[in-house]
């Protein structure tokens, strides 16, 4: 898999690219995420990636200009899945959403800035809008990084325990039930019993009835 991801601000995403999974998956060949810095592809001479926006309203607005030479740039090299806008008011994006980019091969991702991008970005380049929640952010750096991060760690081989991935929260609905680790008993505290019987069958059967039981009761719109 090959992400491209587009921002004003590429040292936001430095760190966290270059940690845990994420690196390690690189490292291995079996992500590669480049970073690309919008600046780059003005023609400003200040490097200004924003204007004044139409009508008057408050704030800054992306020009296409920039976007439109980054995207098509990545475009002459390549065939890409999907061109991402990172959007508040985008569909909201969700585990079974990250299962099925997962097997993509190449996306750009576009991350917002200022007030808001050109609605021509949206109209004509992007192909798919995607929100990480009913609020505000700076930018679309953070949600770019939550969309690679859910993605990235899916693709075989990216974790130790490829099962790991398919026990996690929300991938049949559910939340994932409790986890306890050693020791077994602290200050009183006791990990259920059934967990330490070995009977594989009846601590399975414990944890589908842990995790529907605190879907009912955390996310109980999960259930419908």
């Avoid at 995403?13 to 999974?21: G, H, T």
Wanted: glycine residues 6%; contains cysteine.
């Amino acid at each position: 898999m090959r992400i491209d991801i587009l921002t004003v601000l590429p040292e936001m995403l430095e760190s966290p690219l270059n940690c845990s999974i994420l690196k390690r998956a690189q490292d291995k060949g079996l992500a590669t995420i480049v970073v690309h810095n919008l600046r780059d592809y003005t023609t400003n001479k200040h490097r200004k990636v924003d204007d004044y926006p139409f009508g008057g309203e408050a704030g800054m607005v992306m020009q296409i200009e920039p976007v439109d030479r980054a995207i098509s740039a990545l475009k002459a090299e390549r065939e890409y899945d999907e061109v991402i806008f990172t959007s508040p008011d985008g569909e909201t994006f969700n585990q079974q959403m990250a299962n099925s980019m997962s097997m993509l091969s190449n996306i750009i991702i576009l991350c917002g800035h200022y007030k808001g991008v050109d609605y021509r970005i949206r109209e004509h380049l992007v192909t798919r809008e995607i929100s990480v929640g009913d609020y505000v952010l700076t930018g679309g750096e953070i949600p770019a990084i939550i969309i690679t991060d859910s993605l990235v760690r899916l693709i075989p081989g990216a974790i130790g325990d490829e099962q790991s991935a398919l026990s996690d929260s929300f991938q049949d609905n559910l939340l994932a039930p409790p986890v306890y680790t050693r020791p077994a008993d602290y200050k009183g505290w006791k990990v259920p019993p059934i967990l330490l019987s070995g009977h594989q069958a009846k601590i399975d059967e414990w944890r589908h009835e842990q995790a529907v039981e605190r879907t009912r009761h955390l996310r109980p719109d999960l259930l419908k």
